[in-house]
Structures are given as C-alpha cells and as structure tokens.
C-alpha cells in the first residue's frame, strides 16, 4: 500500500501548536507539561465517540506501545517514549493492524514502505511530541482520509465552539453540521430565449448548503450538469455507422443562420428572502458533498432545455455557455433571480460570498472548461475532469466521424435531446416539442456527418478559441485510458492555457472515464481542498506552489503518483520509428518495400455479435478473422525503458482502390505483464466517508490485475481525402499514394524493458469510426511511413 | 415492466377516508365537496417540495389529463372526469413518462400490463376519486416505492403533526425525523464465559432510533452480524482441498469435550439513563435502515469474539446462539446491559417495547434461525434470508467435504478466525490469542475434514433439532440459484417448520446469495413492513393472510413473482428418468449397459488458472479437456414444459477402482434461451430511497441476459463409503458396484418446451468438494441408474 499526500503541508512547531490550540486539543502550556500528560491528554481526544473517561480508557488500552507494552502500562509509569512505540501507537490510532499491516517491531519500515509522513527523533521530548501529533493529524488512515477527517466523522467538533470555517493545515475541517442542510431551488433569468417564447429563460438552480450565522458568507462550488434532471432514451436517434465514407466535394456547405432578438428582463414585482420550493435531488459529485461540511455550498443547475427550465439544450453551442455562466453571475450578485417561474419575486444570494468554483467530469466538466473560457466574474477557478475542450475532438478527427468508445452513432443532436429533460413533463414538453424539432434539424446541418469536415459549427463549439479571456485558475483532471472524452481534449487545453497567465494544474490517471476523489493512493480530495480554500477563502496555504504542476499515476506500478514540471512539451527529444515489412526499427530501411490490407471487417464483427470490446482485443492480438485487416508491426524487445510523453506521431504513404479512404492506427505495447485496470476496483463500498453526518461514496483503488499480453497506448484516425487539413477536401484517385502525417491521441506511458513497441495499421475501427460496406484494399509504401515518439529520460 | 405488490391490501371506502384523513389529505367534509375541489387539493399536496401555491400551481401546470386536455385547464372549467384522465395523470405523477411509457390515449393498458392497481369506473365522481386516490397513494411509483412512501421523501411529513407512528394501508409511514437519530453503544452480559477470563463475556451492541416523545415504546429489528466489526484476513488457514478422500474407518473419533464454570454476574454499581458511547459503525441492511424513518429500532451486534466486545469466536455453536440471544433478553427486559466494560454501571432498554425482529442475510440469517430455534422470549419473527439451518448443509453433504461455491478450502474454523475481529485491537487481541488457538484447534477436530461425516460436532450446529422450541413467526428468503447457502438449509428448515404451530412464510427468488429489497418489480420492502407492523405493533393487517405462504420469482420471464400454497411439498408427483448409453428416457431400458469415465480434471484446471466459474462452464457444455471425465445425458426435446418443485433424486449403481471414491451429479436445462442473470442488474445507483433524510440503497432488477445454451438446475455430492448414511462410513473394494441414492439441492425450476432436461454424472467438482490426485476410472451399470424428478402443474 502506498499513500501518496502531495496536500500535506509543513508548518513550523509555532504554527502547528497555533493549529492544535483552534481544535482544542492543546494549550500553549502543554509545552511546560509533562509528555505523558500531554499524550495522555490527546489520546483520549482519539476517542470522541468514548463520552465519558472509563470509555475512552477501555479504548485506550487495547494499544499497544510495542510487543509487551500497553498504552495505559505506559501511561501508569514514567519512562521514554521511542520514536518505534509512537509509531506502532500512531499506526493503530490510523487504522493499521499489528501484525497484519505492519510489524510492531519495525513500524518505520512500513511506514516508509507507505511513504506515510514521520518524524524519526527518538526518544521523542514534549515538543517533539506536539509537532508528531500535529503531522499525525495531517496524515492519511487507511481509509483514505486524514486522522483529523476520522475523528471529525467520529464526532471530534460535536462540542467544537471555536472559528468557522476552521482551517487546519491550510485545508478546511468539518465543522458545519450537515445534519440540517439548506436545500432550495431559485430561478436565474437568462439572457437567452431558446425556446423563442417572448420570455428570457428562467433556469432552475438547486442549492445545497449548511445553516451558518448570518455575518458569515461562503463561497460555492457550482457543478453545471446536463444530466441533473434526468436523460431520455435516445437509441431510435442513433445514427447508421455501418456506411460508406462521402466523396466530399471542395466547398463548404454554408450553414444556416438565425437569428432571434432578446426579451427584455422580467420587472422584477416585490423581493423575498426566503426561496419557496426545497430541493429534492441527489447531489452528483461527492467532492462537493465533502467540503459541504467545511464551508462550501454546493449549486447545481441543468441549463437550458432541462427538467423545471426554460430553453431548449443546443449542445456545445454560445447559448449553451450563457446558461451555464448565469448561474455564476447570479452567485456574484450581477444577476437575477427568482423564487418561482410566476410571480416575479426576486431573491438574491445573500448568503455567498460572491467567490464560485467549478466542479464535474465529462459534459459537467466541459461546462466549467466553457464558463472558464469567458473570463466571467466570481469564478475563481475550475476543476475540470474529463472535459471536452473542442467538441470536434469529442465526435471528429482528422475530416472523419469518429464516436467516443461505447459511444457509435452518437453526436450533438443526439446528445441535445438526451438531455432534453423537459421531456419528462408532458405539459411542459409539448409547448417546445416543436421549437426542438428545429434545433435538432440545426443540429444535424451543422455537426454535418456527411463530411467529417470542421466548419463553423464547430468552431462555436471549439472553447479553445476563447483561451485568451480565461480568468480563473485551473485544475484539469483526465484518464490516459480515457476513450469517451479523448486526451487531446486535455492536451490542447493545457497548451492553450500556457499562454494565458493563470495558475493551471494537472492530474493525469490510469483510469477511462471516471472521477478519482476516493483513493488512497492519492489525497486528491485534501489538494483540491488546499486548492479551494486558498482560491474561495484567501487561505495562505502556498496551494499553487504545493500542488505539483503536473502530476501523473505511473502506469508500471501501482499506487504510484509523481509530480512533474510539464506534460508533452513542444520540444520533447523524439525517437523515430522506421517500417519494414517484418518490423519497426530505428534504422531506416534501404530496399523498397509495400505491403496490402483490406478493410473487411463485417463478417466476423457480425459473427461475434457486434461486440466493440472484443473487436477491439481481437484485432490488436492479430486474431486470425482480422489479420488480412491489417498491417502490424513491432520493435525488438526494448533494451531499455521507454518513457512516452506527448502526441506520437505517423507518417503513412498510403493508396485504396476506391474514391474515398481512411486510415486508423493503434500503437500497442507487447510484453506479458500485470497491467493496472482502468477501472478502479472497489475496496469497500460505501468506505470513504464524506463527513461526520455518515454520507459515504464507495473506497476504491486502481490494481493490478491478471497478466496480459499487451496494452494499448495510443491511437489515431484519418480521412484519407483530409490529407492536408480537417477543413479541406482533396480528392481521393483509386491507386494513388498519398503522404497523410497526423498526431496520434497523447499520451505518458512507460513501455519496460523486454517489452515490444507496436503498431497496427488498418482501416475502419469498428468501436469509433464509421464503418464502409464496400470492401476495399489498401497498399503501404513503407519507405515513406515512420512513427514519430516524443520521449522523457523522467 | 411488472410491479408486483402483494402488501397493497384492499380497505373499504369508510376506512379509505379514515386514512386520508390520518395524513391529512381530506376531511370528511370531502365527500360533499365537489370533485374539482377535491382534484386540486390533492394535487396541490403532490408536490411538498413546492411551499407556496404559485410554485404548486407550476408543478401541476406540467400534467396533461390526455393529448390536449392540461390538468390546469380542467381544474378551471367543469367537466367530467374520466378514468383514462385519471390514469393518465396518476401515471405522471407516478414517475411514467407520457410517449415514452405509455400512450396517453391508453394508459389502462400500461397498467394492467405493469399490474398496477386501478379502478376502471368512469367518469369518477367524488366518492370514486377519493378511493382512487387511496389506491393511488398505495401504488408503486416507477423507482420502486409507494406513491406515499414517495410523497414522504420528498417532504410530506415534514409538517405532519398526527400520531406516531402512523400506519397507512397496514404499513408503517416515514413520519419520525431520521437526520437526528440515536446511535449509542451499550454491554449486553451474556451468560458466557467463552474467554476464560473468570467474566462473563460483555458483548459490545450497537443501537440506532429515532428521537420519539418518552410515552412511546419502539419495536427492534436486531440484526446479528458477526463481520459487523470487520473481518480479518483468512488465505493462510484455507484447508488444502487438492488431495486424497480418506479410507475412513466404520467407528466415529469420539471428540474431546470440555467444562466450564459459568462465573457469577457482575454485580451492579449503579444505574444510568443515559449510555456513554456513541456509534460511529454503518448500519448493515436497507431494510433496517427503510424502517428506522417509521419507528423501528436498529440494533447490531458482533457476538462474542467480535471488537470491542468479549469472548472468541465458535461458529455456530452454542455459545454462539447464546451470545446472539443475550441482546434480546437485554431488549426484553431479562437481561442486564452496562454502560461501558469498566464501571458496572446498568442501563436499561427503557425505549423499547419489548418486540423483537430480527433481519439480515447469510451468516446475519443463520443466527437468527439459531435464536428463533431457542424460543426466547420477545423475539415475535425473523426474516432470515440465504441462511444456514445446519452447518453440515454448509460445509458438507454426503459424507464428502463440499465447500460453498467460491470458498474452496473455508470451514468452521477458517469462518471462526475470519471474525475475530478483536485481532483488530493489537492489546486486546493478546488476551485471548492462546485460548483461541485452543478453540481453533477444537473446531478442527470437531469439523473433522478427514471424514467429512456428521457427528456430534455438526449436530450441535444443527438448529433444526431444536425445531420444537420455535415460537417466532417465520420468513424465509431464499436464491434458487445460492451456491454459496445451498437450498437445503432453507428447504430442510420449511418442512420441519410444519411441524410446529408458528406462521410462516417463503420467498424464493432466482439469484444467487443476495438482498432482495431494491427492486421494482416485487415489493418485498412493503411486504416486510406489513408484516413487521402486525408481528412488532400488532397492526391488525391481516398480514399472515395477505402474504402469500410461498412466492416463487419465475425463472423464465423477467419481473414475474407468483403466490403458491407451498414449496417442496413431499407428495410431489414425480417423473423418474432412465439411463440409456445415449439419452434419459421415459422407458425403462431392457439391454444391459455399462459406461467409464474418469477423474482427472487435473491438467486441465491447472491450465485455467483454477478458475473454477471457467472449469464448471466448460465441464456442463463438455469441452473436449473434460469430455472423458463425466457421463452426459439429456432427454429428447420436452413436448411439454416441466416444473421441477423439490427435490430431484438420483440413483445410480456406480464401481471405481480406488479404494474410496465420490460421485457428483448436475441437473441441467439444455436449450438456447435468454436467462435471467443470477445477479441483479444496476438500474441506477442510488436510485432506491430509504427515507426522507436522504439515504439511499441501489436500484436493481433481475434482467434477462444475452442467450445461453444451457442453465444449471441442481446438484449434489456423495462420498461412495458414505452409501448408507452420512454418519455411517462402509468400505469400498475396488472394482465392486455399489449402489447410491440422494438428494440433489431442492429446487423450483421451469423448463420451457423444446428443452432439453440433462445430467452429468462424474466424480471430483473441482469448486465444492475435494479434488483426489490419483487419477480414478469409474463404471456405472445404467440399468440401475435413474433421475428422479418431482413436479407440479403450476
């Protein structure tokens, strides 16, 4: 088991006894008392479900000092306390099992093995002892939490008078009861008129937040989420992925414009401090549930078009970005809001102190990457996980249509009446049933399947383009292995973001699509903790220089994090990989070689049941069906590690014997090894706690599983006709070699040594891109292909 | 979708509006009130979450009568009302989307094809409208709730100022506040001494209520459960299964025994009202959680050996069964509890009523048929769901050694460790290492895995001898499909429930070893709640009535639980089978005929990397790697389909030559056919509400997975030496035909026409029972061989 806390922060032994003194737990005298009484004293604070001294004695001595001493026989009788005894007594006091987890001869040992914080002074004096009960408070149980967070959730602050919010080790505590939480609806008026009702739309705002005194004002963490209200089945919209590829022609199609004229604002007819409906909805992200105990209210809202708003949803779109930032603007007292959709009361947010972050992975994600992007007051920072930064690179690539995994014959229009959640109220729909039905012929003009191509359409849905009015600070979390939300969504942005002047973080996981607030491998939940009390409350926690810019899961061993300076930085040294007919090498080849694939898929794709999964595994593993479907290549097994970090990129030289082609590549690293899953397993449901009022999400952790034969690393699609760009059109003549030269998704993967780099090149991918029913033929001049590796010695 | 709901009980119009009136909902003065009127009223308290008329009116303004009829609209002008309309918006508020679910020109026909209750008179007037709306209250929503249940999550109690607890169609309602519940520790003393420590052992017992006013006395739903405190880890004790059955001599070891001397109560210093220790554990079962909210008690308990408590583990002992009981003396008032382990200070369960219920699954189950098996005062019912009746039918079967399905190498002794959860406390653990060494070694002796008969240790642990003492009412909740506690233990335990005079009810379902309370298509959570009101509040429900004796999920169609009179009845009319070279047939064969197979699975398995799931998928669909290795019939396909109801017995005459030798049997439907899928299906995480605070269980549902060649019906296990009884060993010669009849696990199964009804015979089962080294050539006289299968016309 490894912990990795990059939030735990120094202090001097001034600050920490400073913060000892706010939780009650020592006064500066304890420097002048005895070390016996002081640890005396904080033991039985370990204890706060032990109401009474007989209870917390009984708890007291099933301790263990070491193999013959008992806490209480200490206790009982002067002697030294041993940097060993306090830490078999630390370990237990975090959850650790004699014995079984760690050796009570040696605990030191594990807790090196655990990179878990001590200080190694022995015999230990009353001051040191303070300092190790301070680092003690700041370190991780086995559960996933600091020892503070365990004793909060045991009822440590139920008698707590001091400071709200309270800070310890620059991260904010539960002491807010969350027993009795304030949960209300507003309704935040829009400038937009989506559903072209004369009336600007009003949007359903749930929030969530503790009962404070009246002076204090906290900040919000606003997660915009599509999906709030509930989705609609979508299967009958789903389009047809088994076709050919269009032969495009050179023009853009114009696409149609409208325009509408805004309402004015509602006249605003008395003014309420108290809103009229109580939310009933489950929250969506348990980060937020957590820091509802420490401060921080929780705001959700699904936009236009969803269930009790206004509006209509146009997925991606300007209107869409409007939505989601009015909410933000209400926060920070610059817009309206009411308490019903009737009666034009208006309420303000008396109760926030005007600072917003946001929250939320995939669309909710992309939501907060689209507010960010238009420098809109209040909103300090993001942390966006899984986010979309140009929806081209969710639904394209390179002039093709190319699906998110799991994900084919999706697209916009199909994701806009997903969420339509208005749906869900007949009365409701059936006065924008019609209005829809026009945004969705919109939609489907301007996503433009027919070409693949990138036109305006998209490029109103590309953020990327706004990076200069960013504001906030950023925290971008993403999957390497995520294949819904691709990494060059990530990518690009974090380039982007170089050039603007805001503070910009980095995590990178061995997950697909997930969130990873509940690991113990890594305190993610305490660094956007530190991150969020130095950006909503000002906290001088040094945040930005703690958290490492970038921090990557290695992918080799488990429960490994590091931190780093960058990620796939422009000037990367760079390895090139030349083709052979018989391998990928690093000399390049002399004699003129080609070599042919079909694209034939359909048969045995059809035979195993139009399974995307196995496909996929099928074919990186040359399963015989596939093999005449592709051409694979590997290294010789690698003599030393290889550290991928960045856009891989290929050359190809490539001809089809039809009009139209397109070229998919897979770069796969061979080796017989255990992998780390890319879907955390779960350790014990409902194990990490979120606060002291027993809400709970699931304990989780990434581990090795069985052996396998290979990983995929990366991947990349090209229509053949996009050769020079995913905006022209070239035309495709049957025979003819064509150079296409394209980056491959990013990536940082570390191949072992004794592994084999390889990569497969073929044709349609049944799991994302469309796939032609005409058989065609492909032909490699190999000489002319190379694979391009940007490379790290770290 | 099919709700089934079987506790929604029919009340007559008089009583229909004594309830209404209970919650509030109307007053008597309603019947003369006009039908709009009365329309809106309820409408207006649909929505709880909306405080003002302006945003209730928002809410109702979402709901069509039909196409074009808005409720708002009929509200406004007077017009009939017609069922469809009813049914129409009653859907709707239910949670079914309009188009999507059902069509608003029909919605009768979704409900009858949902089997939603409803009355078809139409147009309703005012006396009909109101029982419609009881009817409706009482309905199940689409999220598995009652419409009231629903209601009352959402907030419509939160103002109700009515009796508590408050009883609605026989149920208990949500009406007691559960954001501030109770959660306290008390010590049970039990009259033990497990631990030799010259006390009697203290058993830690967690308490979790609703604050209610001092006047009203609550009922308990005890729940068990050993893992309570944690488990530990067991892979180091697991018994080697790869070897040799023993040659087992005819006279039984004689076990060694062992006095004590039950010490003295600890003598009482004083008595509190108030407990000192608060509970920080999570509760252990939804149910238990459901029903805290409408005024039932939780009470857990780890027994003796578990943290934080005293004594060591003796699985199924009993000892065990004493410990278990204590806690209900202690809720009855005949037995003393104590407020911490050190001062003797007594508290006494002034909150209780007396009643006692006790819930959970598995192990949890098991002790509550052991304590329902001593007749203890107070203890009205259990709800024991997939538990044990015997240890032997645990662990053993036939004088063989056959393990729970997954838990190859666990017994009694592994189980006993796995538990001691005081190896958690480093200090306390020392206490008690050696005595529980000692005990372990008294569990080997007495399990005794070298025989594998039953003895005097197993008889002990055979609750059903103790049937006579019963004196709670009984429900049984059973997976057809449980390979972990195989059907016996509940089959066993229902017939021998006949014999004495208690009620008792069953419910079978077709998955393996679950809970079954989150479900929409049966209301097993309702059930449980009439029942409980009747047993712990003595709600005249006619519950014992109304629950049907024995419900059977189908395993044929998805969503389909049906009422029977009894299960396994033993004049079951029964099919017998013959064994030809080439099919079971209906005729008896008149050549002579002999058939081998042999016992070596070894290479094989080894191969799979033990994988026992693979090796029982391979070895029924006879992979080549097995196909020498077992004797397979089927019958010709079924003209007519057959209902298998109890158990199948099978007899075969059967020569090895070895001098011991096994026999194992399955019973298998042949047939390509969707199944059900054994475990549930996620419908939405979260998804099933507990109560108005906000705790939630999974949503799920048994769905019917991709097609399959076959499905698994039965099976069953014999040791050859054990021919005669499983107490009785006899020796085997080898080459010498013996003959062997037994029972196969119970079971209630449908095949579909055109099937196929199969069965293996074979000898090691590489996941249940030993698995001997030496290879063995078996030889089975088919003339002598026949299945017989027990079946009814239901």
Same mark, same amino acid.
């Given at each position: ?67 013959t ?49 001590f200080?190694d ?17 700041t ?51 829009a ?51 088994d ?7 050179a ?9 509408t ?43 236009i ?20 930032i ?21 309420i ?6 005007? #600072? ?10 992309? *939501?907060?990457? /689209?507010?960010? +992007? %238009? =420098? !809109?007051a ?102 390497? #292995? ?10 690009? *942005?974090?380039? /982007?973001?170089? +050039? %603007? =002047? !805001?503070q910009r ?54 429960e ?47 035979q ?8 996929l595994?099928?074919?990186?593993? /040359?399963?015989p ?85 290979y ?48 990569v ?16 065609a ?11 391009s ?6």
């Amino acid at each position: 088991m490894k912990i990795n806390q990059f939030a735990q922060i120094d202090v001097d032994a001034e600050q920490a006894l400073t913060e000892l003194q706010n939780i009650s737990l020592f006064t500066p005298t304890a420097l002048t008392a005895d070390l016996r009484t002081n640890l005396a004293h904080f033991l039985h604070r370990c204890f706060p479900e032990a109401l009474t001294p007989s209870s917390q004695n009984e708890a007291i001595a099933n301790l263990l000092l070491d193999q013959t001493t008992t806490v209480s026989a200490f206790l009982a009788a002067p002697t030294t306390l041993t940097a060993v005894q306090f830490y078999n007594l630390a370990l237990q006091l975090l959850g650790f099992e004699a014995t079984t987890d760690f050796d009570l001869a040696d605990p030191l040992k594990f807790m090196r093995a655990s990179q878990l914080a001590f200080a190694d002074t022995s015999p230990l004096d009353n001051a040191t002892l303070l300092t190790d009960i301070y680092l003690l408070l700041t370190t991780h149980t086995k559960l996933g939490l600091t020892y503070l967070d365990d004793l909060a959730d045991r009822g440590f602050f139920a008698t707590y008078t001091g400071p709200r919010p309270l800070f310890f080790n620059g991260k904010a505590q539960a002491v807010f009861d969350t027993r009795h939480l304030i949960k209300e609806v507003v309704y935040v008026e829009a400038p937009l008129d989506t559903d072209h009702d004369g009336q600007r739309d009003l949007l359903a705002t749930t929030i969530i937040r503790p009962q404070v005194p009246a002076e204090l004002k906290i900040p919000a963490l606003y997660t915009a989420n599509p999906y709030f209200k509930g989705i609609n089945d979508v299967d009958d919209l789903l389009h047809n992925v088994d076709q050919e590829l269009a032969v495009k022609s050179a023009a853009d199609t114009p696409l149609p414009t409208s325009t509408t004229t805004l309402p004015k604002p509602r006249s605003v007819q008395g003014r309420a401090q108290q809103t009229e409906k109580i939310a009933t909805d489950n929250s969506s992200y348990a980060l937020n549930d957590y820091l509802l105990a420490r401060g921080f209210a929780s705001v959700y809202a699904g936009g236009i078009g969803t269930r009790d708003s206004d509006g209509i949803r146009t997925c991606g779109s300007v209107a869409e970005t409007t939505s989601t930032i009015a909410v933000i603007e209400w926060l920070n007292g610059k817009r309206r809001a009411f308490t019903n959709r009737t009666d034009n009361i208006e309420i303000k947010a008396t109760w926030c102190n005007g #600072n917003v972050a946001m929250t939320g992975k995939s669309y909710l994600g992309t *939501l907060a990457v /689209a507010a960010a +992007t %238009t =420098g !809109v007051a209040g909103l300090k920072t993001i942390i966006a996980e899984a986010a979309i930064s140009s929806w081209y690179d969710y639904y394209r690539d390179n002039g093709l249509v190319v699906a998110p995994v799991d994900c084919q014959g999706e697209d916009t229009d199909v994701l806009a009446k997903l969420c339509l959640s208005r749906q869900k109220d007949a009365a409701d729909y059936a006065k924008v049933k019609a209005i829809f039905a026009d945004e969705l012929a919109q939609l489907q003009a301007g996503q433009d399947r027919t070409t693949g191509n990138y036109n305006a359409f998209w490029d109103e849905r590309n953020y990327r383009n706004q990076i200069a009015n960013v504001k906030a600070d950023i925290v971008l979390v993403h999957g390497l #292995n995520d294949w819904n939300v691709k990494p060059r969504n990530v990518e690009k *942005l974090w380039q /982007a973001l170089k +050039t %603007t =002047g !805001v503070q910009r973080k980095l995590i990178l996981h061995q997950g697909q699509h997930i969130y990873i607030n509940n690991m113990p491998s890594l305190d993610f939940t305490d660094m956007m903790n530190l991150w969020l009390s130095y950006q909503l409350y000002g906290v001088a926690n040094n945040a930005p220089a703690v958290i490492p810019n970038v921090t990557i899961q290695d992918n080799l061993a488990a429960e490994t994090w590091r931190g780093h300076h960058d990620w796939a930085p422009a000037d990367r040294k760079r390895q090139l990989y030349h083709f052979t007919p018989t391998a990928l090498t690093l000399e390049e080849p002399t004699d003129a070689a080609f070599v042919t694939f079909k694209d034939d898929n359909r048969q045995p794709f059809e035979q195993n049941k139009r399974d995307e999964t196995r496909w996929l595994n099928d074919f990186i593993t /040359a399963a015989p069906a596939y093999a005449a479907n592709q051409f694979r290549l590997k290294t010789a097994p690698l003599a030393q590690p290889l550290s991928i970090d960045g856009n891989v990129t290929v050359t190809l030289q490539a001809a089809v014997d039809q009009p139209t082609g397109l070229l998919s590549v897979l770069v796969v690293d061979y080796g017989q090894a255990q992998r780390l899953g890319t879907t955390p397993s779960m350790l014990e449901r409902k194990g990490y706690r979120l606060n002291p009022a027993g809400q709970t999400d699931d304990l989780v952790e990434f581990k090795l599983q069985a052996a396998t034969d290979y990983k995929l690393i990366t991947r990349g699609h090209i229509n053949l006709q996009n050769r020079q760009s995913n905006t022209t059109s070239l035309p495709v003549e049957p025979g003819s070699f064509y150079t296409v030269n394209f980056d491959l998704q990013p990536t940082y993967f570390r191949l072992a040594a004794g592994h084999q780099l390889g990569v497969i090149v073929y044709a349609s991918d049944m799991g994302m891109t469309l796939r032609p029913q005409t058989v065609a033929n492909y032909k490699l001049d190999l000489n002319a292909c190379q694979l391009s590796v940007p490379f790290t010695k770290h």
